[in-house]
């Protein structure tokens, strides 16, 4: 199934370090339709050799924005009614599979690859959705764990 809509739907990665993740998740965004991607903090964006070589031209194709400061961005998308949504082990998480989208924006955020999201971004968000784990690791690539979400979000 193939739509070129674009819906309200939008990716936020927040200290993102790895080129290659960034990469992936421009390449999944452009597969689920993202409306556009968010680079906060100091993830880095294209053009880049290691992020376009994964996005395989989802980064030209998927719109982004640069926010070096996170917390002025999540309440302006707020103001805008946006409904912000962590991908993050937390006390509060619930499982992303008993999520229901609400209807109106959605913006989904990631965080590092190791230490996840800051308190003051957890903070601000309406939802904290996890991905039960049955291993020893308490987490997955958050490449992986975006894509994990987004299908579910998008196709439910």
Known sequence: ???????PFELILVNVRSRFNVGAMFRTADAVGISKIHLCGYTPAPPHP???KVALGSEKTVPFE???KI?????????QGYALAAVEL??????????RRPNKPLALIVGHEIKGLPRAVLNRCDVCLEIPMRGKK?????GIAFG????RLMFP
């Open 66 to 68: 640069r926010h070096p």
């Open 90 to 99: 937390s006390t509060t998480s619930r499982p992303y599979y008993r999520y």
């Open 71 to 79: 917390l002025p961005f999540l309440t302006q998308l707020k103001k």
């Open 1 to 7: 199934m193939r739509r070129n809509r674009r819906l």
């Open 148 to 151: 994990i979400v987004a299908y």
């Open 138 to 142: 308490e987490s997955l690539n958050v």
């Open 50 to 52: 290691k992020i376009d």
